[in-house]
């Protein structure tokens, strides 16, 4: 039988003892597979990836090496969360490799979305085997792949086009032969999210809105500059806190802040200032493919608008984008 195909008779995970099950199963499998061997994970912070850490803590514990590679796309406080739960919570032996200025100068000048976003892949390759170069007796490469990812692969490999390149790790270097584990690839993602509550992981981890593995690069429209990034990260941040305030994170897919590469006229101080507009994206889907437009009450926006506009440096507007995909992508790059 084909394993990567999910079995008719396999049951949708939907309850924390369907979840406990399947914990225990992967649990007995991963520990007759890897033995007393070493397994690396690349450990984004992302559902799936914080899902097979947590699964792996507990099958193999420190046997199992994380390794965060922070791209310096991040949002507010993400490498923070990933190191305060998993090495000071969860005692994984987790290596923090703070590479930002690795990207940021790769990156300087780049306007091209996909060129970005094929720096930003090949970078994270780079710096996550330079890693694995250090380190020693690595038998086995974790990686948090699931359902959909390898029916999008099979799509793609029936001839269907991609709209955007999408980058994992994926094409190591030759010289890094690893074994592949992938104990959550039959699971859909609503089921990753219910292994991953019933493994203790935060509400907040497990339910996190879908971020691009090119992070807030292609957020930041155009050529990236540090003071850009900073101010987008900020805005970000107070979008994401007053969504959760006003419990519009429950309701909406995704939604984030993006800032294009140009200046408007503003005043403040009594003085002309020039300053980037914050655009704000709130979406709804189901399956990424189309996306409809979360209407969100004007107060909220208001307080949204005043906050950004007060707190973060450079930004002296807020626009709120009303496209759905189809016409636009969900990403504005
Ligand atoms: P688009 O912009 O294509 O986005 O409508 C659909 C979904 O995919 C996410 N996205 C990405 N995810 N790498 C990723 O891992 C990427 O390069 C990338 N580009 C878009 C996007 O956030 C949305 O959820």
């Not at 406990?20 to 007393?36: H, L, P, Y």
């Not at 397994?39 to 947590?54: F, I, K, R, Y």
């Not at 380190?135 to 490999?157: C, F, M, N, R």
């Not at 208001?302 to 984008?321: C, F, M, P, Q, S």
């Amino acid at each position: 039988m084909d394993c990567n195909v999910r079995p008719e008779s396999m049951a949708r995970i939907t309850t924390k003892a369907l979840a406990n099950a399947f914990i225990d199963e992967q649990v007995a499998a991963i520990r007759a597979e890897v033995g007393d061997k070493k397994v690396l994970l690349a450990l984004s912070g992302g559902v799936d990836s914080s899902v097979v850490a947590a699964l792996l803590v507990k099958a193999i514990g420190r046997q199992l090496v994380c390794v965060h590679v922070n791209h310096g796309l991040m949002r507010k406080n993400e490498s923070e969360d990933v190191i305060e739960i998993f090495k000071n919570q969860m005692d994984a032996n987790l290596v923090y490799v703070d590479a930002t200025d690795r990207f940021l100068d790769l990156l300087a000048g780049v306007s091209d979305p996909e060129k970005k976003r094929k720096i930003i892949g090949k970078e994270f390759i780079e710096v996550f085997a330079d890693e694995a170069r250090k380190l020693e007796d690595i038998t086995y490469l974790a990686q948090g792949t699931i359902y959909p990812d390898i029916l999008e692969s099979q799509k793609q490999a029936e001839g269907k086009k991609a709209v955007k390149s999408h980058h994992n790790v994926g094409g190591l270097p030759e010289d890094l032969k690893f074994k592949l584990v992938e104990p959550i690839k039959l699971l859909f993602k609503d089921e990753v999210r219910v292994v991953g509550e019933a493994l203790g992981l935060p509400h907040a981890m497990v339910y996190r809105q879908p971020f691009p593995g090119p992070g807030l690069g292609v957020r930041c429209l155009g050529a990236i500059t540090r003071d850009r990034l900073a101010a987008l990260r900020e805005a970000d941040a107070i979008l994401r806190e007053e969504f959760a305030l006003s419990g519009l994170s429950e309701k909406v897919w995704q939604y984030f802040v993006v800032i294009p590469d140009i200046k408007s006229v503003g005043v403040k101080d009594e003085s002309r200032y020039e300053g980037w507009p914050a655009i704000i994206r709130a979406v709804n889907t189901t399956d990424a493919m189309s996306a409809t437009i979360e209407e969100i009450p004007y107060t909220i926006l208001h307080k949204i608008t005043a906050r950004i506009t007060a707190e973060v440096d450079g930004i002296n507007r807020v626009l709120y984008d009303l496209t759905p995909k189809p016409v636009g992508t969900i990403e504005w790059e």
